[in-house]
C-alpha cells in the first residue's frame, strides 16, 4: 500500500522558515515525480514546485521562487520543501503529490499531477504578519 504523509507544518512569523516532510512508502521512489501544493481557503489548489525523477531537477511556482526550496532524500523517501522569507500570503493546507512518469518543464503542475496520484493528508502553514 502507498502512503504519502506530509508534516512540518506549523505557525511562522513573517519572514521566518520552515521546513515540510513528504516521506512516501510502498513505492519505488526513484520512478516518482514529486510535487508541493498548497490550497489556501477560498481559493484553487495552487502547484508550487516538482522534484522531477526526468532531469532530477527541481521546478518553481513564480510565487515561491527564490523563497523556497525543494530537496530530496532517497534513502529515507522523503521530499522537503524549505520555507524560507515567509509572508503572510504563504498561509494555506500544504500538500505533496507523488506521481509515476516524468515531469518535464513544458508541462504544468496542475496537469501533471492529478487525482489519480498519491497525495497526503495535508499539513497546514500559518504565517502570521
Known amino acids: 500500500e502507498v502512503q504519502v504523509v506530509e508534516s512540518g507544518g506549523g505557525l511562522a512569523q513573517a519572514g521566518g522558515s520552515l521546513r515540510l516532510s513528504c516521506a512516501a512508502s510502498?513505492?519505488?521512489?526513484?520512478?516518482?515525480?514529486i510535487g508541493w501544493f498548497r490550497q489556501a481557503p477560498g481559493k484553487e489548489r495552487e502547484g508550487i514546485g516538482c522534484?522531477?525523477?526526468?532531469?532530477?531537477?527541481?521546478y518553481y511556482a513564480d510565487s515561491v521562487k527564490g523563497r523556497f526550496t525543494i530537496s530530496k532524500d532517497n534513502a529515507k523517501k522523503t521530499v522537503y520543501l524549505q520555507m524560507n522569507n515567509l509572508k503572510p500570503e504563504d498561509t494555506a493546507e500544504y500538500y505533496c503529490a507523488v506521481a509515476l512518469g516524468y515531469y518535464t518543464e513544458s508541462m504544468t503542475f496542475r496537469d501533471f499531477f492529478d487525482e489519480n496520484d498519491y497525495w497526503g493528508q495535508g499539513t497546514q502553514v500559518t504565517v502570521s504578519s
Open positions: 510502498g513505492l519505488t521512489f526513484d520512478d516518482y515525480a
Open positions: 522534484f522531477s525523477s526526468f532531469d532530477g531537477k527541481t
